[in-house]
């Protein structure tokens, strides 16, 4: 965990680097002189005069002075010596290279103690890793990097942080033209946390964008102070998350040993923070060169233009189930296209303006000038280049003319698409985001950009802090529904009146005051509707009595309560204590239709009344609730407040709740009631009154 204070300036920003090993070491020095980095390069060897051409010196005390930053390119246990030597002289800061701690703790128990040592040898001096490649500092030249890589130099750019030094190369490799600023390995994260990365990357000018590649969440208080920070800056943040699915999960165990929650969890957690989350490097990329070149934008409403009809409607299919649109053409648009296009050109959005004026750089600049008179806030052009090894492409170029004339007179945000990336010229790519035009290699990852970016525009980070319980339940017990449903009665949630009976003259009894018609259940079984342990609809006594005894032949009590027959809509309601103590609510369509449609939304906690509307609203069945044609429609106020005390019964209780369901949540026109409720909780949860 990041310690408090840590100033990770000097080792971002060095003006001197110490390398300390062998090969590694020497391959540390190269990079930097190939990116001609201009402070100070001090390799240290016990046996070298010199390393490529600079002084090397037999330890760290003979060093000139105290380095910014230092490479420790040795096994881990002169690691851990070798960081107690540079934390003495007032270094500041190293990347350590080598592995066997924490994340081996499988393999070899010993790792997490000589993690342990690390941090105690480290003290107040920041160190990154352990078991990481370090970082890339492409805007100074300064590299704690033992490898290849593919960046150049930049005056500014996107930083990536990733948990994986080989994605980190990968990343690196991109022909895509995206300027990068910073490239950071954050291993095990065993002091220097990603979150504490990004912090001090902010701080950086310029540093226009952040992406993170992450395993694994822990530092949340780091998280919060980052996204209240991006946020007050104006600086977007792209996450891509690993650990769908179980098979991920189980490679980052082995990989990081940084399994923590649920990946619902993880996706309510990024949306909580105000960043975006992509699912794809390729979109990872494109994002980060959108906010890059245009910033976050305003809406999701995109433009798009093309030669071709087929080009047209392939992106007006690309938006699938993204939430983006295309805003119909104006009256003016319409106008100015037509005296650009002439009368055989049908005008829409997509627009198709044919190939009638190709090459003719006027017509297609009043074309592209009409068309970025727009409510959109980004427009496409698509177009794919030709093979320059066998093809001409001089008027393709007249095309990026037009584009670029039309952006200069309208000022709006333009971006180039081909279908493919291999027909998009790298060098273009570069040249264009000089003028802050993206290009994008591929249409879904050019659309989930737009949606990366609008997602960020348009959020705010939750300032409150995340509830996690630190308290470990070794010990869990299923309360009976008759227990939960009073445990909630009491805390104010809307139940159904509930009365439990062992035989047949109290279920009698019971019916006499709750009135017909009933519902029946036994008490103490799972899966009650499965094994026909639950009547709807006991409209008398008789037919009371005849189900009553035989559910009592299957169960020693049951449950009496009233049989609502006309509910508008019926919604899951769950709260789930995740690996790593924070607590995630799910809401979501309920009854029959739950594992039927799997409609669902998640948030962590705690919640306000307006996150849980927000949530409610992106359900599938909203407009049900709302009155679907002409419907009854449910009454939300009562669900809301019901659904924000059940939340607030869980933060009282945080301790001991594992696990809490109500399937369903009957809604309706006037009123909330819970009709069916389970909790799960420690051993130890004291007894409701």
Known sequence: ?????????????????????????????????????????????????????????????????????????VNRHLTVELTRELAAAGAGGAVCFASGFSEAAAEDASGVEL????????????????????????????????????????????????????????????????????????????????????????????????????????????????????????????????????????????HTNSLSGTDASSSALIERLGFARVFSIPSFLESLKLLHSCGMLRSNKIASMSCSGGEASIMADAIGDRPLEYPPLSTQQRAALREALGPMVALANPLDYHTYIWNDLAAMTATF?????????????????????????????????????????????VALVATMPENLPESLCVDLMQKNIPSFGGIDEALDAVVASSCIGKSKPVSDALLQSEKVINESVVLAEYESKKRLQQAGVPVATVELVSNLEQAIAAAAVIGYPLVIKVSGIAHKTEQGGVVLGVQSEDQLQLHAERLLKISDALLIEPYYQHAVAELLVGVVREPDGLFKLTIGAGGVLTELIRDTASLLLPVSSADIQQQLKSLRVAPVLNGYRGQAAADMPSIVDAIHKLCEWVVQNADHVCELEINPLLCLENSVVVVDALITSSSSFPKSV
């Open 115 to 254: 993690q342990q040592q690390l941090l105690e040898a480290a003290g107040t001096m920041p160190i990154v890793g352990p078991n990481c490649y370090g970082l890339i500092n492409y805007l100074d030249g300064a590299l704690l990097w033992p490898d290849q890589h593919g960046g150049r130099r930049v005056d500014s750019g996107v930083a990536i942080i990733t948990q994986s030094s080989n994605i980190a190369i990968s990343m690196t490799m991109q022909r895509r033209g995206l300027p990068l600023a910073y490239v950071m390995t954050a291993g095990n994260q065993a002091q220097v946390t990603i979150a504490s990365m990004a912090m001090a990357l902010l701080d950086d000018p310029r540093v226009t964008c952040i992406g993170l590649h992450v395993e694994g969440f822990s530092d949340y208080h780091g998280l919060q102070q980052l996204a209240d920070k991006a946020h007050a800056k104006g600086i977007g943040i792209v996450v891509i998350k690993a650990g769908r699915s179980e098979q991920a999960q189980a490679a980052m165990v082995s």
């Open 369 to 413: 000038t009409a068309m970025l008179q727009t409510p959109a806030d980004l427009t496409f052009l698509v177009i794919d280049f030709p093979r320059n090894d066998i093809c001409e492409d001089d008027s393709w170029w007249v095309a990026i003319d037009a584009l670029i004339a039309a952006r200069d007179a309208t000022g709006a945000s």
């Open 1 to 73: 965990m990041a310690k408090p204070g840590l100033n990770l300036d000097r080792l971002l920003r060095p003006r001197s680097i110490a390398v300390v090993g062998g090969s590694w070491g020497r391959s540390v020095v190269e990079q930097c002189a190939r990116m001609q980095f201009d402070g100070q390069i001090w390799p240290v060897h016990p046996k070298h005069d010199a390393v490529l051409g600079y002084q090397c010196y037999r330890s760290i005390a003979e060093l000139p002075a105290a380095p910014d930053a230092t490479f420790v390119g």
